[in-house]
């Protein structure tokens, strides 16, 4: 039973962890933690991904209640997508301190 249930936990995991999977979705998550962004800006700011890649990305994330676009045509995150990059900071923290035992 427990075997079960952590297989069921891992195949959830996978599709969740999809969400924010790829070069892009979780950068672009991070480019909006503290504004909203138009799509120009994101592309100004990642100057290596495509238009048709970040606007691929953008309404995967938008689908998937990561973030939304305003009546000014701004990207934001939703709430939802605050807690993934309140989680994001806590993974970086946790992993920079891993590289300052690992030095």
Avoid at 39 to 55: G, T, Y
Avoid at 89 to 103: F, G, P, R
Wanted: charged share 25%; glycine share 4%.
């Amino acid at each position: 039973m427990m075997e079960l249930r952590q297989q069921i936990d891992l195949e959830n995991f996978e599709v969740q962890r999809k969400k924010i999977s790829g070069k892009w979705k979780s950068v672009i998550l991070w480019l909006m933690l503290n504004r909203p962004l138009k799509f120009n800006k994101i592309k100004q700011l990642l100057p290596k991904i495509s238009s048709r890649m970040l606007s691929q990305c953008l309404k995967e994330m938008e689908t998937d209640g990561l973030i939304y676009k305003t009546d000014s045509n701004n990207y934001v995150h939703t709430t939802i997508g605050g807690e993934v990059c309140d989680i994001m900071i806590l993974l970086n923290k946790t992993i920079s301190k891993l590289n300052t035992v690992a030095a």
